[in-house]
């Protein structure tokens, strides 16, 4: 149910804060409010509301933890930089990274070929490529702390499996 939630999230708020710094600028004999402009009213979006409001709305309506929850999430396993590409999974994660402040990122990889057996991607022509750059690309982010010190872990999914 969760997935791509994060990435349209995302493209949403990146189109807006695009209408909202760059239009503009292309006209700028046009007041934003006027009924001229071609974002009318874009002028009376608040970015921090409407971060807040994607937060809220994740907890609210997607979580939905008990009330005695300590600890909630989701798994997102659509985060593709192979499909999506690199710069697009990363500016997603740290969209994640900072509309979610207090979040921990864990990092589930596996062995590519075993992966590429898995109901999900044994249909797909070139899983095994896709998958190994999805691995090497998440590893790659965990070591480059671009998200914080001590926000990621990385799991072994052949060791975590044995021994949970």
Not at 5 to 16: E, G, K, M, V, W
Not at 51 to 71: G, K
Not at 99 to 114: E, M, T, W
Request: aromatic share 10%; hydrophobic share 40%.
């Amino acid at each position: 149910m969760y997935s791509k939630i994060t990435h349209n999230f995302y493209r949403i708020f990146r189109d807006i804060s695009n209408l909202i710094s760059e239009v503009p600028k292309l006209m700028p004999e046009v007041p934003v409010g006027s009924d001229l402009s071609p974002i009318q009213g874009i002028d009376l979006v608040n970015l921090p509301n409407m971060e807040d409001s994607i937060v809220n709305f994740f907890h609210d309506i997607i979580l939905q933890p008990e009330d005695d929850t300590i600890v909630s999430g989701w798994k997102e396993t659509m985060i593709n930089p192979a499909r999506d590409g690199a710069e697009f999974s990363t500016e997603v994660l740290l969209f994640m990274a900072r509309i979610f402040p207090d979040s921990k990122f864990i990092f589930n990889v596996r062995n590519p070929l075993d992966v590429s057996r898995s109901s999900f991607w044994k249909y797909s022509e070139d899983s095994i490529n896709e998958i190994t750059q999805c691995r090497d690309w998440l590893l790659g982010v965990a070591e480059s702390e671009l998200l914080g010190l001590n926000k990621v872990l990385v799991v072994d999914h052949d060791i975590w499996s044995g021994n949970p």
